[in-house]
T-cell receptor, first 112, second 113 residues
Framework: TQLLEQSPQFLSIQEGENLTVYCNSS?????LQWYRQEPGEGPVLLVT?????EVKKLKRLTFQFGDARKDSSLHITAAQPGDTGLYLC????????????FGSGTRLQVQP | DAGITQSPRYKITETGRQVTLMCHQT?????MFWYRQDLGHGLRLIYYSAAADITDKGEVPDGYVVSRSKTENFPLTLESATRSQTSVYFC????????????FGPGTRLTVT
């Protein structure tokens, strides 16, 4: 079983602050995704990264894939209360299985 | 565009009863998945299916049965529910491509008393 570590588990910040969430594995990812989940709903896909060193931006969110494809980060600039939620990273490895392995998630609370 | 739906959204059942959770997708995605989400464990894969009549076990399959006679449906059955199966269950689907992107339903909150 491939392991995927996500940190921090909890983050409570003030509106306007910046934050970074990390996702790490000891194995090389074929593909890595970031999802956001709100209470009572299913996870919603934010971004997919597949190429080492890749950087993708989604408004105030910046996603980076490590050069060695073993780690990824999500950086939020000037967080807003609407960013509150559970952020999940999910990795796929080249094992022939289509299933993803999910990190345990980062619960973000942005205080107004 | 209905996407992916799950029913029921909430279910309370007693220990020992059989329960079936339904999942339906309108995208004709090849792959479908069942996860359970529990505090402290994140999302754990129960079963997945690559196509109609093709299913495979995930990380936590014990106590669950799946079938996939049609591409669009992927029901999950708890043959004899136990309290440890109290959880939120999510169904997801995915295209047969290289991105592994998955699209999730709204979830079913199951309580076993």
């Amino acid at each position: 079983t491939q392991l995927l570590e996500q940190s921090p588990q909890f983050l409570s910040i003030q509106e306007g602050e910046n934050l970074t969430v990390y996702c790490n594995s000891s194995s090389v990812f074929s593909s890595l995704q970031w999802y956001r989940q709100e209470p009572g709903e299913g996870p919603v896909l934010l971004v997919t990264v597949v190429t080492g060193g890749e950087v993708k931006k989604l408004k105030r969110l910046t996603f980076q894939f490590g050069d060695a494809r073993k780690d990824s980060s999500l950086h939020i600039t000037a967080a807003q209360p609407g960013d509150t939620g559970l952020y999940l990273c999910a990795g796929a490895w080249d094992t022939g299985r289509r299933a993803l392995t999910f990190g345990s998630g980062t619960r973000l609370q942005v205080q107004p | 565009d209905a996407g992916i739906t799950q029913s029921p959204r909430y279910k309370i059942t007693e220990t020992g009863r059989q329960v079936t959770l339904m999942c339906h997708q309108t995208w004709s995605h090849s792959y479908m998945f069942w996860y359970r989400q529990d505090l402290g464990h994140g999302l754990r894969l129960i079963y997945y299916s690559a196509a109609a009549d093709i299913t495979d076990k995930g990380e936590v399959p014990d106590g669950y049965v799946v079938s996939r006679s049609k591409t669009e449906n992927f029901p999950l059955t708890l043959e004899s529910a136990t309290r440890s199966q109290t959880s939120v269950y999510f169904c997801a689907s995915s295209l047969r491509d290289s991105t592994y992107e998955q699209y999730f339903g709204p979830g079913t909150r199951l309580t076993v008393t």
